[in-house]
């Protein structure tokens, strides 16, 4: 914008300096050329009186005088064909001239300037002064380079004060600019200060008002979340307590065991609906202990539904830039999904091992394979809710990363989970 402005004013600058200035200096060559024929004339003039009066040796004496003192060439024509001072041949305007009338001209010479001297006994005289090219145009170099330097000047000026002008509205504006990116972010407490026209205030107090609009909504967001998990406990409760009237105790440890991590689930996402805080610092979490954590976890319900579980964890610890409690979601996604839409019996291998930089897990199944579509949020083709891949994809991206769907080596599903390192504070 602003060199957009700035080019603006440069060609309304000068635009509006050759409207002046080009017949400003056409007006300053005219001037020089009329004050040199007036002084040719004003010469011219002086003469007269001597060649009206006087004899030929006089105005000889005169007429050398005069073009010593002036530098230009003065030539006396008398009645009889004598030509005294500089010689030149009779010019058209020297013959119009002896028939009484005075006139200026052009030649090759320069300008003529000729005058009728009437009063002789033997007729009409003609004085005639040459203007020579360079006399004419005296000081006319030096006033266009004056004229010519006056118009870059204005022109520098302004730009100058357009450059100025311009700061005054772009700055605002990559405050906004900065402000929203920052919101994009969710970086929800940045606001800017408005600044610069009123069209720009007013613009900046709508998006600190939209930000501050943005807060709001995902508090009223957060709270209803946390209410509704909040009312999954009744129900958990009263699961547990069916649990212990069961009269197997390794099946009532069982269900009391899965019913206190679903508990624990529900009370985390209350915490993190209700206290959701930027963190203080870069993310991270060793992948190596959460994941054998995990699948030890489903490890029990794998038996029981007699699926074979092949894992392959290299020696940990293996850090990875997200935090513990999204890792542990996206690996319980991954493998809730091996459950979800594979028949009782599949088996599913588990691996998980650092590949140029990164960590990969690695879930593949001897299933059916992966539908067409699955990685979008909120769609599935198993009548599910679609958001388990989408879980584990933004688990990838928060550690710059990326989700990945294949077909497996026995014809299943595999779907690998790129995690990249720990970010330093000083990258962040």
Same mark, same amino acid.
């Given at each position: 914008?602003?060199?957009?402005?700035?080019?603006?004013?440069?060609?309304?600058?000068?635009?509006?300096?050759?409207?002046?200035?080009?017949?400003?200096?056409?007006?300053?060559?005219?001037?020089?050329?009329?004050?040199?024929?007036?002084?040719?004339?004003?010469?011219?003039?002086?003469?007269?009186?001597?060649?009206?009066?006087?004899?030929?040796?006089?105005?000889?004496?005169?007429?050398?005088?005069?073009?010593?003192?002036?530098?230009?060439?003065?030539?006396?024509?008398?009645?009889?064909?004598?030509?005294?001072?500089?010689?030149?041949?009779?010019?058209?305007?020297?013959?119009?001239?002896?028939?009484?009338?005075?006139?200026?001209?052009?030649?090759?010479?320069?300008?003529?300037?000729?005058?009728?001297?009437?009063?002789?006994?033997?007729?009409?005289?003609?004085?005639?002064?040459?203007?020579?090219?360079?006399?004419?145009?005296?000081?006319?170099?030096?006033?266009?380079?004056?004229?010519?330097?006056?118009?870059?000047?204005?022109?520098?000026?302004?730009?100058?004060?357009?450059?100025?002008?311009?700061?005054?509205?772009?700055?605002?504006?990559?405050?906004?600019?900065?402000?929203?990116?920052?919101?994009?972010?969710?970086?929800?407490?940045?606001?800017?200060?408005?600044?610069?026209?009123?069209?720009?205030?007013?613009?900046?107090?709508?998006?600190?008002?939209?930000?501050?609009?943005?807060?709001?909504?995902?508090?009223?967001?957060?709270?209803?979340?946390?209410?509704?998990?909040?009312?999954?406990?009744?129900?958990?409760?009263?699961?547990?307590?069916?649990?212990?009237?069961?009269?197997?105790?390794?099946? &009532?440890? +069982?269900?009391?065991? %899965? /019913?206190? =991590?679903?508990?624990?689930?529900? !009370? $985390?996402?209350?915490?993190? @609906?209700?206290?959701?805080?930027?963190?203080?610092?870069?993310?991270?979490?060793?992948?190596?202990?959460?994941?054998?954590?995990?699948?030890?976890?489903?490890?029990?319900?794998?038996?029981?539904?007699?699926?074979?579980?092949?894992?392959?964890?290299?020696?940990?610890?293996?850090?990875?830039?997200?935090?513990?409690?999204?890792?542990?979601?996206?690996?319980?996604?991954?493998?809730?999904?091996?459950?979800?839409?594979?028949?009782?019996?599949?088996?599913?291998?588990?691996?998980?091992?650092?590949?140029?930089?990164?960590?990969?897990?690695?879930?593949?199944?001897?299933?059916?394979?992966?539908?067409?579509?699955?990685?979008?949020?909120?769609?599935?083709?198993?009548?599910?809710?679609?958001?388990?891949?989408?879980? &584990?994809? +933004?688990?990838?991206? %928060? /550690?710059? =990363?990326?989700?990945?769907?294949? !077909? $497996?080596?026995?014809?299943? @599903?595999?779907?690998?989970?790129?995690?990249?390192?720990?970010?330093?504070?000083?990258?962040?």
């Amino acid at each position: 914008m602003r060199a957009r402005l700035a080019l603006l004013v440069a060609a309304v600058s000068v635009l509006t300096l050759i409207a002046f200035l080009v017949p400003l200096a056409l007006l300053v060559r005219t001037v020089a050329e009329d004050r040199a024929t007036v002084r040719a004339t004003a010469d011219a003039q002086s003469l007269v009186p001597v060649v009206g009066t006087a004899d030929a040796a006089t105005i000889r004496l005169t007429v050398e005088q005069l073009a010593a003192e002036s530098g230009r060439p003065v030539s006396v024509f008398l009645p009889d064909g004598t030509v005294l001072g500089a010689q030149t041949p009779r010019t058209p305007a020297v013959a119009l001239a002896a028939r009484g009338q005075s006139l200026t001209g052009e030649s090759a010479a320069g300008r003529e300037v000729v005058i009728a001297v009437q009063g002789r006994a033997d007729g009409t005289g003609v004085i005639r002064i040459v203007v020579p090219q360079h006399e004419l145009t005296a000081g006319v170099t030096r006033a266009w380079l004056v004229l010519a330097l006056l118009g870059v000047i204005l022109v520098l000026i302004g730009l100058l004060v357009a450059d100025r002008l311009a700061r005054t509205l772009v700055r605002p504006i990559s405050d906004l600019s900065a402000v929203s990116h920052r919101l994009a972010n969710a970086e929800l407490d940045a606001r800017v200060t408005p600044a610069g026209p009123p069209e720009l205030r007013e613009v900046a107090g709508a998006l600190n008002h939209l930000a501050t609009r943005i807060q709001v909504l995902l508090v009223q967001e957060r709270e209803q979340v946390a209410d509704l998990s909040h009312q999954l406990r009744t129900p958990l409760t009263a699961l547990r307590l069916e649990a212990e009237s069961l009269r197997d105790p390794e099946d &009532a440890a +069982r269900i009391t065991a %899965a /019913a206190d =991590g679903l508990e624990r689930a529900v !009370t $985390g996402l209350i915490r993190q @609906a209700r206290w959701r805080h930027s963190p203080a610092g870069p993310a991270a979490s060793d992948a190596a202990a959460i994941v054998a954590d995990r699948v030890a976890f489903w490890s029990v319900l794998a038996e029981d539904t007699g699926r074979a579980v092949t894992l392959d964890l290299a020696p940990g610890p293996l850090p990875v830039g997200v935090a513990a409690d999204d890792l542990a979601a996206a690996v319980d996604a991954l493998l809730g999904n091996v459950f979800a839409h594979t028949p009782d019996g599949t088996s599913f291998a588990v691996r998980l091992a650092p590949d140029a930089g990164e960590v990969v897990l690695s879930v593949a199944d001897e299933g059916p394979g992966m539908p067409a579509g699955a990685v979008r949020r909120g769609a599935s083709a198993a009548g599910s809710t679609g958001l388990g891949l989408d879980i &584990a994809r +933004r688990a990838a991206q %928060a /550690a710059g =990363g990326r989700l990945e769907l294949r !077909t $497996g080596p026995r014809g299943g @599903a595999q779907v690998l989970l790129r995690l990249g390192p720990p970010t330093s504070p000083r990258q962040a």
